[in-house]
């Protein structure tokens, strides 16, 4: 017969044994989810991020940690960052302008035609960079009024532009004219209301030029921003996100409703990208990154 202490001793080894036998069983499904895939989205917005937003992050890291969430596509990137994004199984959705002595930036760009020749070098070398790395979108700017009235800009961006088409529409790449806001951000732009942009559009009649809609811009100068994405989405070709005011995250802190917006992307049958063009107020970007996907995935 044991002895009392030997029996408490066996007690204490039992316990022990089973301790360990429970932890080992929880062992597999900790690793299970910690190794899980992230939640697969739904799939009828293709997410993108702008890559200047998150300029303190390599674009190696971006793309890693962008593809973990959903992201198919990096926004604004120049060929030599092309190869990057192609390791991580990504696309570039909409590559950066070229510019050449000052040209070709926000300020100045096709709606001078001083500036055209110089352009349409630059735009030749960039779209066919473009269509040699299998992307599909390059971006261009109307540029500053600067005393130009819209109708001249008009006429002159349509002038420099169909200059560029043949080899776009060769190459199947779009150029995308951005609309940006020229009451707080970018003072005296020209290509600042929907209606100037859809023109311009209309003007050039080529599937290889578009807009790009951005919408913390245009909430600023349009509002309005579902019903207009419902009646002007044939001139569309891309979509940029922010919060109004302060282009911060999307969230509540903010003004917009960025899934009942995303709902209307998805209505009008766009099949493009959605790109994330907030500057991340909080100390862990990605996080913020992460949310914004999130709530855009409807």
Known sequence: MKSPMSRRSAIRKVAGYTAVAATASLLPKLARAEDAPAPKLKGNIHHSACRWCYGKIKLDDLCAAGKEMGLVGIDLLNPPDFATVKQHGLVCSMVSNPTIDGLGGIGKAFNRVEHHDKLVTAYEQRLQETADAGWERLICFSGNRAGLDDEKGLENCAIGLKRLLPLAEKLKVTLCMELLNSKRSHKDYQCD????????????????????????????????????????????????????????????SQELNYARIMQAIVATGYKGYVAQEFNPKRPDALASLRQAVKICDV
């Open 193 to 252: 209301h929907v209606a100037w942009g859809a023109e311009l559009v209309k003007r050039l009649s080529s599937e290889r030029f578009k807009l790009l809609y951005d919408i913390f811009h245009m909430q600023i100068m349009d509002g309005d921003v579902c019903d207009t994405i419902r009646e002007n989405h044939q001139f569309f070709d891309h979509y940029h996100t922010g919060g109004v005011p302060g282009r911060g995250e999307i969230d509540e």
